[in-house]
C-alpha cells in the first residue's frame, strides 16, 4: 500500500476516523466503514454483528477485528445469552461449578446463566476434572461451543415452548435426542438453518432433507446470527 509513493498503514482511529500513516505521519481522515474490518457491509454476517454490537451483546479484540470464523466457547456465549436476555447479574460468594472461580471473566454470567436453568455443567470426576469435597460439576468455560448447544440455550433463555415433531426436519437429529426438541423448536422459529444432503458423509433420504451438524463447533458469526434472529422475535 502507498501513497505519493510512500507506504501507507491503515488503521482505525478515533471516533470514526481511519489512521493513515504516510511515512512517518499519521494523518486522520474521515472513514465510513464497518464496526469492524474483518465484518465488511456486505458479509452475511455484518447485521448480526452489528445488530449486537450497537446492544453491547457482543465485542470485538483490541486489532479492530472481530474474527467471524473463529470457534466460540462456552463462556463466551454464556455472557452473550445473559446481555441478550437483559438479566440482572448475579454474584454468589460460592461458586456453583468447580473451574469458574468467582470474580473470573465469566464468573457472574455463567452464575446468571446458571440460575436461570439455561446452562449446566459435566459431573466431576472425568479426566482432569477431579472432584472436590462439595462434588461440584464443571462447566468448561473455555471448550467451544456446539450448534447444538447453542441451540438449546436460545431457546430455553427465551422461554418458548419446546416442539416435538414426529417427522424431523434434519437428517442427523432423530426424535429422543439430546437436543432434537430444541433444535426443532429453533428451526420453527427461523433462527437456525442447516446444510444441504448430498455433501461427504451426508447422504440424501428419501426427503432430501439437510443435515444440521449439531456437534460442530459454532463460529462467532454464526452463533451472533442464531442470537440476533432471537432477539429480533416479535
Not at 13 to 21: A, F, K, R, S
Not at 152 to 165: C, D, F, R
Not at 212 to 220: D, L
Amino acid at each position: 500500500k502507498s501513497l505519493g509513493g510512500q507506504p501507507i498503514d491503515p488503521a482505525p482511529g478515533p471516533n470514526g476516523t481511519l489512521v493513515v500513516t504516510v511515512g512517518a505521519d499519521p494523518v486522520y481522515v474521515e472513514w465510513n466503514a464497518p464496526r469492524y474490518l474483518d465484518v465488511p457491509f456486505d458479509s452475511w454476517a455484518y447485521p448480526f454483528v452489528d445488530y449486537l454490537a450497537e446492544r453491547e451483546i457482543i465485542g470485538g479484540y483490541a486489532d479492530g477485528t472481530f474474527r467471524p470464523g473463529n470457534p466460540a466457547t462456552r463462556g463466551q456465549f454464556a455472557k452473550m445469552a445473559a446481555l441478550g436476555a437483559g438479566w440482572t447479574l448475579l454474584d454468589p460468594a460460592s461458586p456453583t461449578f468447580a473451574d469458574v472461580a468467582r470474580g473470573s471473566t465469566f464468573y457472574s454470567y455463567i452464575e446468571t446463566a446458571y440460575g436461570r436453568g439455561v446452562i449446566q455443567g459435566y459431573a466431576c470426576g472425568g479426566p482432569n476434572e477431579p472432584c472436590d469435597s462439595q462434588n461440584r460439576p464443571y462447566f468448561r468455560p473455555g471448550a467451544n461451543i456446539t450448534r447444538g448447544q447453542i441451540s438449546k440455550i436460545i431457546v430455553l433463555a427465551e422461554g418458548w415452548a419446546l416442539l416435538n415433531p414426529a417427522t424431523p426436519t434434519f437428517a442427523d437429529i432423530a426424535p429422543g435426542s439430546t437436543f432434537y426438541q430444541y433444535v426443532e423448536t429453533a428451526a420453527a422459529r427461523g433462527i437456525i438453518n442447516g446444510y444441504a444432503c448430498g455433501g461427504d458423509g451426508e447422504p440424501c433420504d428419501g426427503q432430501n432433507r439437510p443435515y444440521f451438524r449439531p456437534g460442530n463447533n459454532a463460529t462467532r458469526a454464526q452463533l451472533s446470527k442464531m442470537l440476533a434472529l432471537a432477539l429480533q422475535q416479535p
